[in-house]
């Protein structure tokens, strides 16, 4: 693969995001170059999640949420507040553990989010 200008910029803008949405990652290339659309970031972040260089979560409804491949942990939402907390994948051993043990399944955990409420909105519940 060909490092281009606009796959360079793709990258450095997950580099300084974290994590981003193609809507999110256009605007942060925009404000250098504003040439690049929104297309050229799709296509570009497709062939970078096939090549292995990036990844992609769904962290709800909406876009999905691109990170730089080695940027690995579960995904923690609230589904009241949006709040995302990051947790180490080793907290999800024990469940892939049973997941290939009783059903042959291999859990990739550094590509999951789980819904559910942060602390806040636990003290906040009725």
Do not use: W
């Not at 609230?78 to 553990?97: F, K, N, Q, S, T």
């Not at 290939?100 to 909105?121: P, V």
Request: with cysteine; aromatic share 2%.
């Amino acid at each position: 693969m060909r490092m281009t200008p606009q796959r360079q910029l793709v990258l450095d803008a997950l580099l300084d995001l974290g994590h981003a949405t193609p809507e999110q990652i256009c605007a942060h290339v925009q404000r250098t170059t504003p040439t690049v659309n929104i297309t050229t970031i799709y296509r570009t972040l497709e062939l970078l999640d096939d090549l292995g260089l990036v990844r992609h979560t769904h962290l709800g409804h909406g876009a999905p949420t691109y990170s730089i491949e080695s940027h690995r942990h579960v995904h923690l939402v609230c589904h009241r507040c949006g709040r995302v907390d990051e947790v180490p994948c080793e907290l999800m051993a024990d469940l892939a553990g049973t997941l290939r043990e009783r059903n042959g399944f291999q859990l990739d955990a550094s590509h999951l989010a789980l819904s559910g409420l942060c602390r806040d909105c636990l003290k906040e519940r009725p």
